[in-house]
T-cell receptor
Framework: GAVVSQHPSWVICKSGTSVKIECRSLDFQATTMFWYRQFPKQSLMLMAT?????????EQGVEKDKFLINHASLTLSTLTVTSAHPEDSSFYIC?????????????FGEGSRLTVL | DQQVKQNSPSLSVQEGRISILNCDYTNSMFDYFLWYKKYPAEGPTFLIS?????DKNEDGRFTVFLNKSAKHLSLHIVPSQPGDSAVYFCAASGKGGSEKLVFGKGTKLTVNP
């Protein structure tokens, strides 16, 4: 199957700083990428849909100014957590929809664990 | 309002036996269903899917059954292996899978040797 890579896989930062997480589709072009957040023992919650070359579509309750999403190319989407606070500590996962060669299937990254001190 | 429900947070089975993981949904617009397996600190990996035009899909040891009238699907793993121990997420989507996925809360499966 296709490969989606996230970086960094683990990040610790101080409260008030900003953190950028990258999501790359390594062997296919993804016009659409999705960002999820998972709290301990809870489901994956969709935060936003990222479309290449246009603004992201945020789910209800997700602050677009706090979670900045940029999908500048067909293989890269970034999530920036601005002015991070301890309550932003979570596991962030991206997914990318494969192109026709992969039947439009959804592939997930390995996830990025953010800890805000 | 939870549209996809996995009511069992955990399940424990013996190696070699059948594991049955259940999932219920409420949105009648869902027409594509998927199961993902997830290890701690990793992203989910796709296991198997089923379209609403089918009631069964099989792939090796994994079989997914769909009961549209009951809005219920289940994942059967036979025979279960210790390496199957993980959290299993049920997900649903509309428009043949092209819409966003809605996930259940997951069921933690433990297969005992």
């Amino acid at each position: 199957g296709a490969v989606v890579s996230q970086h960094p896989s683990w990040v610790i930062c101080k409260s008030g700083t900003s953190v950028k997480i990258e999501c790359r589709s390594l062997d296919f072009q993804a016009t659409t990428m999705f960002w999820y957040r998972q709290f301990p023992k809870q489901s994956l919650m969709l935060m936003a849909t990222s479309n290449e070359g246009s603004k992201a579509t945020y789910e209800q309750g997700v602050e677009k100014d706090k979670f900045l999403i940029n999908h500048a190319s067909l293989t890269l989407s970034t999530l920036t957590v601005t002015s991070a606070h301890p309550e932003d500590s979570s596991f962030y996962i991206c997914s990318a929809r494969g192109d026709r060669a992969f039947g439009g299937e959804l592939f997930f990254g390995e996830g990025s664990r953010l800890t805000v001190l | 309002d939870q549209q996809v429900k996995q009511n069992s947070p955990s399940l424990s089975v013996q190696e070699g036996r059948i594991s049955i993981l259940n999932c219920d949904y409420t949105n009648s617009m869902f027409d594509y269903f998927l199961w993902y397996k997830k290890y701690p600190a990793e992203g989910p990996t796709f296991l198997i899917s089923i379209s609403s035009i089918k009631d069964k899909n099989e792939d090796g040891r994994f079989t997914v059954f769909l009961n549209k009238s009951a809005k219920h699907l289940s994942l059967h793993i036979v025979p279960s292996q210790p390496g199957d121990s993980a959290v299993y997420f049920c997900a649903a989507s509309g428009k043949g899978g092209s819409e966003k996925l809605v996930f259940g809360k997951g069921t933690k499966l433990t297969v005992n040797p």
